[in-house]
């Protein structure tokens, strides 16, 4: 029987758990980075996408960056 790959978390759920665990407010985000406290919120509720340049603002805020993954086979 084989074994299902671990599953992966969407690139929108990783910046969601970032922001929740990020020690900070909306409205420090959105004074450091422009994005709205109402979009924040929404994104963080899964209510909305966020757009590229908002998404390259937040991980910049968060100091994060994507790496990218050598497969295997």
Known sequence: MKKKPP???MLSDQLR???RNAD???YAINKATGIDQS???KFLHGERG???PS???LADFLGL???EKKRKG
Do not use: F, G, P
């Open 65 to 67: 960056e994507l790496v």
């Open 50 to 52: 966020m757009s590229l």
């Open 24 to 26: 900070t407010t909306r």
């Open 17 to 19: 758990e970032a922001l």
């Open 39 to 41: 979009v924040l919120a």
């Open 7 to 9: 599953q992966r978390k």
């Open 55 to 57: 998404i390259d603002l």
